[in-house]
């Protein structure tokens, strides 16, 4: 019995799914818990990149079987398109399976996202745009759809009927937005429910069996800890739980079986979107991550705000999630930088904190201190051994280890996927 979770410590895009991918020739199954297709995975093998955002990272890996769990929001419209474009660069997704009872993230839920960013101007969240926030509203409103209900096509048929109504009202009178069709919506939802059909299950039930079976599952996390909705930046944050409690309520499993919790953790800071982000360089040093570390969206394309690591973002969680593990990626980004500061806690109005403030204004006030470690030189791309970093790289690695109290298992030196340093096995 034992589950093994991959969340993101960070703002997100910290290389989970270099990881999961990594990890995907020991599972039998991935699940993904939560989020939708705002998130955007990269994985690269042998050169080539594929870029996932409601699929499972472990979709390359033919074995395992893929399954986008209860707590996800789905656009089928992206989930098919995606598993066609897959499937066209030769990778079946026979082993695709969808959660009877995630929510079915809908066109309106999409518009109604760009309709409330444009009318927030200058006080934006900076979504993704993908609809996620509109379709998790409407599922704690208790007017979503679900996967299963495309299962009866009138239940499908009339809940839509009543909640288009709903909706296309809010588009019109709130936003002067264009209504949406009900017959068209209608066509265009039944050209693609028999091929979604076949797909769905029963997930948590599934999950419990593979785990009764003394199978290995993964549990794959989207965007990260500093986007949660209850201890992230707020309101400057995803609309789900992208932690280990999210893993609990997103699939329907129980703690119990979870063996490791690996947070991935970038060598430095970045993040897309509005919102504070007390290390970011906006400056040269910025730049130069941004350009060296090909910080642009893997969803949106968007440049990410970069700046230097943050650890007391890393520390809050690492408990918030009960970290066993870090999985310390992009590390080779850092040569070449003669000091590497690294922020151990916050000024915020001549007091001293190792904690994030819930107060936006509070974190706004927040200074970085900063520890300024020495910076190397040498290419470190193709080490494998820890011993054979440069010492100052070292030095570097083990300070975010003492600091988190937080094993590093795994440091990533390239996005391919066999670049790393394993330091302790994961599974
Ligand atoms: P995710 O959303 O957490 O899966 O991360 P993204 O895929 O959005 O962004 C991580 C980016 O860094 C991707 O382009 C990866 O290919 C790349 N990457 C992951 N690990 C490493 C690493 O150790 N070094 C370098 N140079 N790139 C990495
Ligand atoms: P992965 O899984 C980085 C950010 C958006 C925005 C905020 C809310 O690739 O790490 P949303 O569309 O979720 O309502 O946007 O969250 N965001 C991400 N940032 N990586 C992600 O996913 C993200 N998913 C959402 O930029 O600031
Ligand atoms: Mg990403």
Redesign the pocket.
């Known amino acids: 019995m034992a589950g093994y979770v991959v969340v993101?410590s960070q703002w997100?895009?910290?290389?989970?799914?270099?990881v999961v991918d990594l990890l995907g020739s020991k599972v039998n199954l991935v699940v993904r818990f939560q989020g939708g297709n705002n998130?955007?995975?990269?994985v690269?093998v042998n050169g080539k990149?594929t870029?996932l955002h409601l699929l499972p990272?472990g979709i390359l890996n033919q074995d395992a079987l893929c399954i986008i769990g209860p707590g996800v929001v789905i656009n089928p419209f992206v989930l098919l398109k995606e598993m066609e474009t897959l499937e066209s660069e030769g990778c079946t997704c026979n082993h695709v399976r969808i959660s009877d009872r995630a929510h079915l993230l809908m066109p309106y839920h999409v518009y109604l996202d760009e309709l409330q960013e444009q009318r927030a101007g200058s006080k934006k969240i900076g979504t993704t745009k993908n609809g996620i926030g509109p379709c998790y509203a409407d599922k704690y409103t208790r007017i979503g759809i679900r996967v299963c209900d495309l299962r009866d096509w009138d239940v499908f048929c009339e809940k839509l009927q009543t909640v288009l109504d709903i909706k296309n009202e809010e588009i019109v009178k709130i936003y002067n937005g264009k209504p949406f069709d009900y017959e068209e919506m209608v066509e265009s939802f039944k050209a693609i429910r028999e091929k979604l059909v076949p797909m769905i299950i029963d997930a948590t039930d599934k999950v419990d069996q593979a785990l009764e079976e003394d199978k290995v599952v993964l549990f794959e996390g989207a965007q990260a800890n500093m986007l949660d909705i209850n201890y992230g930046t707020y309101p400057y944050v995803t609309s789900s739980s992208p932690t280990t409690a999210g893993v609990l309520e997103g699939v329907g499993v129980s703690f119990r079986h979870l063996k490791r919790i690996i947070g991935?953790v970038k060598a430095y800071s970045t993040r897309v979107g509005e919102g504070p982000f007390v290390t970011e360089q906006l400056n040269e040093f910025g730049e130069s991550l941004r350009e060296t570390?090909?910080e642009y969206g893997?969803t949106t394309g968007r440049p990410r705000r970069c700046g230097w690591l943050d650890l007391p973002v890393v520390k809050q969680a690492c408990k918030i999630n009960g970290l066993t593990d870090i999985a310390l990626?992009?590390?080779?980004?850092l040569t070449g930088y003669e000091k590497l500061p690294v922020c151990v806690g916050y000024d915020i109005n001549g007091k001293y904190y190792e904690t994030v403030p819930a107060s936006l204004k509070d974190y706004a006030a927040a200074k970085p201190v900063y520890k300024e470690f020495d910076g190397w030189t040498e290419d470190i791309t193709n080490i494998t051994e820890f011993d054979k970093l440069p010492v100052n790289c070292q030095k570097y690695i083990r300070f975010i280890e003492d600091y988190c109290k937080t094993d590093i298992a795994l440091v990533?030196?390239?996005?391919e996927r066999n670049?790393n340093i394993i330091l302790k096995d994961l599974i």
Do not use: C, L, R
Request: no cysteine; glycine share 26%; net charge positive.
């Open positions: 993101g997100g895009d910290e290389g989970k799914g270099k998130a955007g995975h990269t690269v990149k870029i990272s991935v570390g090909g893997a990626t992009k590390i080779d980004i990533s030196t390239g996005p670049a």
